[in-house]
């Protein structure tokens, strides 16, 4: 499986943002979803996951309840979507497909190129 994330960009603090990722393959209905983020000088953090049929979904605390993740497994597309933007989001935003219960960049088996994010204050 191949991701190409797109759809990152400058906005204000406040502001929204929406993020896609393209899988090639005829298997990405069977993989968990993730996004994660890396900040200058930080670890990559996850951010959010999604199960294969799009029926549960987990998110990191500092974005629960600003950011939703979702799918649509007849376009091979994975979102996020990125509402009340803080500075502190900034930062290059990954797609990957790993297990689900495991939200460590060390367990994802295969990673999109990032797309930058960056919040103005």
């Known amino acids: 499986v191949q991701l190409q994330a797109s759809g990152g960009g400058l906005v204000q603090a406040g502001g929204s943002l929406s993020l896609s990722c393209v899988a090639s393959?005829?298997?990405?209905?069977?993989?968990?979803m993730d996004w994660f983020r890396q900040a200058p000088g930080k670890e990559r953090e996850f951010v959010a996951a999604i199960r294969p049929n799009g029926d549960m979904s987990y998110y990191a605390d500092s974005v629960k309840g600003r950011f939703t993740i979702s799918r649509d497994n007849a376009k091979n597309t994975v979102y996020l979507q990125m509402n009340s933007l803080k500075p502190e989001d900034t930062a290059v935003y990954y797609c990957?497909?790993?297990?689900?219960?495991?939200?460590?960049?060390?367990?994802?088996?295969?990673w999109g190129k990032g797309t930058q994010v960056t919040v103005s204050s």
């Open positions: 393959g005829r298997s990405f209905s069977h993989y968990v």
């Open positions: 990957a497909a790993g297990p689900w219960g495991l939200y460590h960049q060390n367990a994802m088996y295969f």
